[in-house]
């Protein structure tokens, strides 16, 4: 079986076309490196040279590292690297990579708070006992602080600072914490760091022998999932802004083949002639409707105003009438409020909850496309399930 990482399953749950352009049709594309991972890496060059200078007794200034990165800087910097934010230039970049760096020197100087064991060092995780299920990844660096009890820091360049919730559930640490166990025997205590290095800040956490064990299960069901999908599709989202395939891209494609063309081809293209029609049409629509049911509600309203004054329960018209009942039903506080947690709560309590759960089809359609039962269960279930194919159109609006 392949040999993942988190970084590949990371994109499956971005998007599965992404997925399979990359990975499975290995479609070569031209590589629009953006700024930011520019910035990272050089900033993580920076650091890895600092720690590996250290184990040979050199000890670099602060000055020495700058300068270590503007040479960097300068001899990897491409024209054809996205600053995706036109309001700041190359420099602006730049200068963000010489505070972290600043920062985190001031922070960790004479940089004596553990030794360390490895930099960039590849972890390989085997997620089942027989070695089915395996990962890969690289350790930014790894130190021991006493015997047995193990660092691996991360250092991230992310332009915001995550909620403590991203960090019990980060995948991409743990992992690697799976590892460093297996790798090390005299392991007691392993540590997880990110270094948010825009923040100048540090956030540590561990996990229990449980919590792994919970990872290594999920993890092996997310790459069973994968191994069994067939569909591949794919998810638009503000990341495909960044996606190097948007050209290949069954989302995309048709805005890449018409954007070369010249006007007069452009506003002729079906694809272009069709949107502009629809869209023009259900705007027309959205009017009518807005206006119609205007009307309706002040029609509705005067109805039940004049069955009330004359005590009758039918108005007649020319041709038609006008039927007006009253009933009684219940309503209930909306899902996911507090009020509708209290209510379960209360039937929990008197062992009613069971009695009112309704099927929930979305949840049952979920399982039964990934396959998350026992196939007899799924084949019990097939004559009671229709698949249907349709397809929907939604309109919206091209943001510049």
Not at 74 to 87: L, Q
Not at 234 to 251: D, I, T
Not at 340 to 364: H, N
Request: aromatic content about 10%; some cysteine.
């Amino acid at each position: 079986m392949t040999v993942y990482s988190h970084s590949r399953l990371s994109c499956y749950e971005q998007c599965p076309a992404k997925f399979k352009l990359q990975y499975i049709d290995k479609v070569e594309t031209e590589v629009a490196e953006s700024v930011e991972a520019f910035l990272g890496s050089r900033v993580h060059e920076t650091l890895e040279k600092l720690y590996r200078d250290l184990g040979y007794q050199k000890m670099n200034s602060l000055e020495d590292l700058l300068g270590f990165l503007r040479s960097e800087w300068k001899k990897n910097w491409s024209e054809d690297i996205v600053i995706v934010k036109d309001e700041y230039t190359q420099d602006n970049y730049l200068k963000m990579g010489e505070k972290y760096l600043s920062d985190y020197y001031k922070r960790h100087h004479p940089f004596t708070q553990g030794k360390t064991i490895a930099l960039e060092e590849r972890i390989l995780i085997a997620l089942d006992a027989v070695g089915e299920y395996k990962l890969q990844g690289y350790i930014d660096r790894l130190t021991e602080v006493k015997d047995g009890w193990y660092e691996i820091h991360d250092y991230k360049t992310n332009s915001r600072l995550p909620l403590a919730d991203y960090i019990r559930s980060d995948r991409q640490l743990a992992l690697y914490m799976l590892g460093v166990k297996k790798q090390y025997p005299d392991v007691q205590h392993v540590k997880l760091i990110w270094h948010f290095l825009k923040f100048d800040k540090e956030i540590d956490s561990s996990r229990t022998d449980e919590e792994l064990e919970k990872l290594k299960a999920d993890t092996i069901s997310l790459i069973e999932r994968i191994e069994r999908e067939e569909a591949f599709e794919a998810c638009p989202s503000l990341l495909c802004e960044w996606c190097e395939f948007k050209p290949v891209c069954r989302q995309w494609s048709h805005l890449y083949k018409i954007k070369e063309k010249p006007a007069n081809e452009y506003m002729t293209d079906s694809g272009v002639v069709l949107v502009n029609r629809y869209a023009e049409v259900k705007s027309k629509q959205k009017l009518v409707n807005l206006e119609l049911d205007a009307e309706l509600e002040k029609l509705e309203e005067a109805l039940i105003s004049f069955a009330e004054k004359e005590k009758v329960d039918c108005v007649f018209g020319s041709k038609n009438k006008v039927r007006i009942t009253e009933s009684e039903r219940y309503s209930f506080p909306s899902k996911n409020s507090k009020e509708r947690e209290r209510l379960e709560e209360i039937l929990r309590k008197y062992g009613k909850l069971d009695e009112v759960s309704q099927l929930d089809t979305a949840a049952l359609g979920t399982i039964i496309a990934e396959k998350q039962w026992e196939s007899d269960v799924i084949e019990a279930l097939q004559k009671y399930v229709e698949l249907e194919k349709k397809k929907r159109l939604y309109v919206s609006k091209i943001q510049k």
